[in-house]
């Protein structure tokens, strides 16, 4: 299977600190990869780096669209890796407050419509019809992560675990080939979780996804992942099957701290 | 060469009372992340202050030097007041509003003082008495460095170390560097914030202040307008040595004071080398606005700023 | 009671404050000290009202920011108008009212009207800048002296005609709004604002010394008069023409603005204001979003530019200052960001009370000032809120719902 995201030796410096410490890893077509590790082990930093908001001290990001060669995106701008087809939610949600539901989700086609300041002001027929389009794409989008109902609420008055779901959707609206998913399951009851589980795994097959995830909670991981990745303090320590790497003494040592190795 | 040098002392001199000014903006930015735009106007007040002393005393047969000193706590001591009231009017009930607020409020604030001395003063330029008297030890050299360019100098330079060593060393120049550094950390430790922030526009005030009354004195004449350009210039000059950073408003008013005089001194040294190249003289405050932008698109951190981390 | 002693203390504070100021007046000259008790009076009285006043408004606001999402009156009454079956029969009234106006009044007045006119224009374009998108813009003045220099230059040099100077002044002030936002944009909110000062001045400073190229401070005279397919006319039916010209320009540019608001530009620039990371994370090129906004701002400055060097006839760089910039910001500040009627009504009120109030002439800065810091404080959304219309899923409940 081809890699649609591979990685090659990124590191990642904050002044004298290295976050991340040349990484390396891929992610194979149609693959739900886990990226795991403890509190400041470099994950969302790792997210950054991809998605172009951090530029990495060194290293190598390539991704290969569907259709497309490799293209590395090291020097890209967030917007333009979004563009290629990577699409990613935030740990700490970031979604458009003051917008409704509907609004937060067409935001996310913005890259896949162009309508310009021509297009606005004359507001011909093709305009129109890419009006139309992006408010039928965005609402049924809403409808299939189960939002249906709260297209028109505004984002900031919505349950939480909806806003999460929200963050999905929108990110989704870019038709994205690659989904980075930042603690998707951060702050959701045992239920909820659940339901987000089978989202993902759902989206992923409607969608002909690949999903990288950042996650804490392990039940989650172990289940829905095909692979797992572990950091710790910015390097890689393991990565397999979700079997092999719960088995691995390192990672063991990792979680459990250093009397573990029993 | 006598003409570059002289040039460049000019320069220096007008430096140091951007500095002076300066050194408001870059203090307040540190605590409360306001650009105050009035800054300029406490400037301006001050040096009205120091006219209206001067007159009040001109008749009254105190030495010069007296007078001098006596114009300038006054115009501290107002200008203080003004800093501090405006502070609580027109910057403290916005503290928690988005960024603009407060800077549309202190562009509100600079047009109110501007036209507040405009009426109660006069639209007109005034002349403004000499109150730096001549040192005779000077005259020999007195071409490139008069008595009241060394007063400027000589005061400018004692207010900065005076200045350094408060925040440095005194437990109100403490709590001001840790009401810079985290405002609600600062609160938790029990440090009275609010009492922080007024004491730095009323240092920040006086500083502009002495600026004032000195300026004036240099160049004999002010009217209401004189706070708009300066302000913007001492901005820039906060800026330019990193905003927030004590030392950079010092350094940021030298190098802009001196970067001004550009267009006399490249005129000059196009004509040394033959060249007829003349650029007006009017063009130095486009050098200060050219080098603004340039930084800021260049080097936002500024020369001895630090630059951010974004956080997501 | 304790009100009143705070309200003492406070009013005996301002009095000693403002003393040295407002009650000396020295002239150094003649060594003449006039002294003025009166304004003493007038300053402890006034800050006294003002301070109760100043308490009352505060805690009817309750200190707190909140409260201001609250409609008033006004807010409901505008909403009843704006939506109800009122809206045409209102609209359609203003439009009338504007298309007889010229037949009631004088030549002088008609230029004042014009002049209002102007400033809606120009404060509609720095509402999509400030307003809009968001970016304090304090040097706008300079893209209407880029406009009216177009029509200017290019009518002294080669008599271009008004009508094609009209789109190439919207032009040239978009260029320079694109080759100023470019580098700009990324620079954080207030540091922009001062930067677009910085470049205000600068283009002004050129005007008034590049001589050979401006015409320095002496300015361009004899600019000619706008004519309608070639006939010309006198000095009165002029002004109401360029009354007409204006109310035209000013009908349009409410059109453009209304469509932009609702388009896919407009949405991306409302989510910036809300989230720039979130924003570039969906793949909107930020930069370009507001290069954009910015250069769509500057081009009505730059066609109502040549608008106003039409109508003076005659331009020097002193009608391109900051208060020139700082009034049209006023216009949008107390309009209310973001809000098409509530900055042309404040644009025309800020135009035609000076014209109106004579005696407040002198006054008429220091309440601009007075004016800008009280709507921070007290109604920080402006005369007019801001409403924008949702986009909204008509019909929610046919699909079934994937769970």
């Known amino acids: 299977m081809r890699a649609v995201l591979s990685v090659s030796g990124v590191s990642m410096d904050f002044g004298g600190l290295r976050a991340l410490d040349s990484v390396d890893m891929e992610v194979r077509e149609g693959e739900i990869v886990a990226l795991i590790g403890p509190n400041g082990a470099g994950k969302t930093t790792f997210f950054n780096c991809i998605t172009g908001i951090y530029a990495p001290t060194e290293g190598e990001v390539f991704v290969s669209p569907p259709g497309r060669d490799r293209i590395n995106i090291r020097?890209?701008?967030?917007?333009?890796?979004?563009?290629?087809g990577l699409a990613r939610t935030f740990q700490n949600i970031r979604l458009f407050p003051s917008m409704t539901a509907l609004e937060n989700v067409m935001i996310g086609r913005h890259c896949r419509t162009r309508a310009g300041l021509l297009g606005a002001i004359v507001r011909g027929p093709v305009t129109r019809r890419e009006e139309k389009g992006i408010v039928e794409r965005a609402y049924s989008l809403l409808v299939k992560v189960g939002l249906g109902r709260w297209a028109n609420e505004v984002a900031r008055n919505m349950p939480y675990g909806a806003q999460r779901r929200l963050e999905i959707a929108r990110a989704l609206a870019t038709d994205p080939f690659l989904l980075l998913l930042d603690e998707p399951a951060a702050g959701m009851n045992p239920q909820e979780t659940q339901d987000l589980k089978a989202l993902v795994t759902r989206l992923r097959k409607e969608f002909e996804l690949s999903i990288l995830l950042i996650e804490h909670d392990m039940k989650m991981v172990m289940s829905v992942s095909d692979r797992v990745v572990v950091v710790e303090y910015g390097k890689k320590i393991a990565e397999g099957t979700p079997a092999e790497v719960s088995a691995d003494p390192q990672v063991i040592k990792a979680y459990l701290g250093e009397e573990s190795d029993a | 060469m006598e003409f570059y040098l002289e040039m460049l002392i000019a320069g220096l001199i007008r430096g140091a009372i951007y500095s002076l000014i300066a050194l408001g903006y870059t203090m307040v930015y540190g605590i409360i992340e306001l650009i105050n735009f009035a800054h300029g106007e406490i400037y301006m007040i001050g040096a009205f202050t120091g006219l209206v002393v001067a007159g009040l005393l001109g008749a009254s047969g105190l030495p010069t030097l007296g007078i001098l000193v006596i114009a300038l706590v006054a115009g501290m001591v107002f200008c203080a007041g003004y800093g501090v009231t405006m502070e609580k009017v027109a910057y403290k009930p916005l503290r928690k509003a988005s960024r603009l607020s407060p800077l549309i409020s202190a562009i509100g604030m600079s047009i109110f003082l501007q036209n507040y001395v405009l009426l109660a003063q006069t639209s007109d330029f005034v002349p403004f008495p000499r109150l730096i008297p001549e040192f005779k030890f000077l005259e020999p050299i007195s071409h490139l460095l008069g008595s009241s360019d060394l007063v400027i100098l000589v005061v400018s330079s004692l207010v900065m170390v005076g200045l350094t060593l408060f925040i440095r060393l005194t437990r109100l120049g403490k709590a001001m560097r840790a009401t810079a550094q985290n405002q609600k950390m600062a609160m938790l430790l029990g440090i009275d914030v609010n009492q922080v922030i007024s004491l730095t526009f009323m240092i920040g005030s006086a500083l502009a202040a002495i600026g004032g009354v000195l300026i004036a004195s240099h160049s004999g004449q002010i009217n209401f307008y004189i706070g708009f350009l300066a302000g913007l210039k001492a901005f820039t000059a906060a800026v330019l040595g990193g905003i927030g950073s004590i030392p950079g408003a010092m350094l940021g008013g030298l190098v802009l004071g001196v970067a001004e005089n550009l267009p006399i001194i490249l005129s000059a040294f196009f004509a040394d080398i033959g060249l007829n190249i003349d650029i007006p003289n009017d063009y130095k405050d486009a050098v200060a606005f050219c080098l603004l932008i340039l930084i800021l698109i260049f080097r936002p951190s500024g020369l001895l700023g630090r630059p951010a981390i974004k956080k997501v | 009671m304790r009100e009143l002693s705070r309200g003492l203390l406070a009013s005996l504070w301002m009095v000693?404050?403002?003393?040295?100021?407002?009650?000396?007046?020295?002239?150094t000259t003649d060594k003449v000290v006039t002294w003025r008790w009166g304004n003493m009076l007038w300053m402890a009285i006034g800050s006294l009202l003002l301070f109760l006043a100043w308490r009352w408004a505060m805690a009817r606001r309750g200190g707190d920011v909140q409260a201001a999402d609250q409609d008033s009156w006004f807010d409901k009454l505008l909403a009843r108008i704006g939506q109800g079956p009122l809206r045409l029969p209102v609209i359609l009234g203003l439009v009338l009212v504007a298309l007889v106006l010229p037949l009631f009044v004088s030549m002088y007045e008609m230029d004042i009207y014009a002049r209002a006119l102007i400033y809606v224009g120009l404060g509609l374009g720095l509402n999509i800048v400030v307003g809009m998108a968001g970016l304090l813009n304090l040097g706008y003045a300079a893209f209407f002296a880029v406009g009216s220099y177009t029509y200017a230059l290019l009518n002294h040099h080669y008599a271009l005609d008004f009508w094609l100077a009209l789109p190439l002044g919207g032009l040239f002030a978009a260029l320079f709004g694109v080759i100023l936002a470019l580098p700009v944009l990324r620079l954080r909110g207030d540091y922009l604002a001062i930067v677009t000062l910085g470049f205000g001045e600068i283009v002004?400073?050129?005007?008034?010394?590049?001589?050979?190229?401006?015409?320095?401070p002496s300015g361009i005279a004899n600019i000619a008069r706008p004519t309608l397919f070639g006939r010309e006319f006198g000095v009165q039916d002029s002004a109401i023409f360029i009354y007409y010209i204006a109310l035209a320009l000013v009908a349009v540019v409410i059109f453009v603005t209304k469509r932009f608001q609702d388009s896919r530009v407009g949405r991306a620039l409302l989510a910036l204001r809300e989230d720039e990371i979130a924003c570039e994370a969906m793949g909107i090129d930020k930069t370009g979003v507001k290069v954009m906004a910015f250069a769509l701002g500057a081009s009505f400055a730059g066609v109502f530019g040549v608008v106003f060097a039409a109508k003076q006839a005659f331009i020097n760089p002193d009608s391109f200052t900051f208060i020139e910039s700082a009034m049209i910001l006023s216009i949008v500040v107390l309009g209310g960001m973001g809000s098409i009627v509530g900055v042309a009504i404040a644009a025309i009120i800020l135009q035609l009370m000076p014209e109106y109030f004579r005696f407040m002439a002198d006054y008429r800065m220091l309440i601009f000032g007075a004016a800008l810091v009280l709507m921070m404080l007290f109604r920080p959304e402006?005369?007019?809120?801001?409403?924008?219309?949702?986009?909204?899923?008509?019909?929610?409940?046919?699909?079934?719902?994937?769970?």
């Open chain 3, 204 to 216: 002004r400073l050129v005007l008034q010394n590049w001589d050979s190229f401006s015409f320095g």
């Open chain 3, 382 to 403: 402006g005369l007019v809120r801001a409403k924008r219309e949702h986009y909204t899923v008509k019909d929610l409940s046919p699909q079934t719902e994937d769970k």
């Open chain 1, 75 to 84: 020097h890209r701008k967030p917007n333009q890796v979004t563009g290629l």
């Open chain 3, 16 to 27: 000693v404050l403002t003393a040295p100021l407002l009650v000396v007046r020295v002239n």
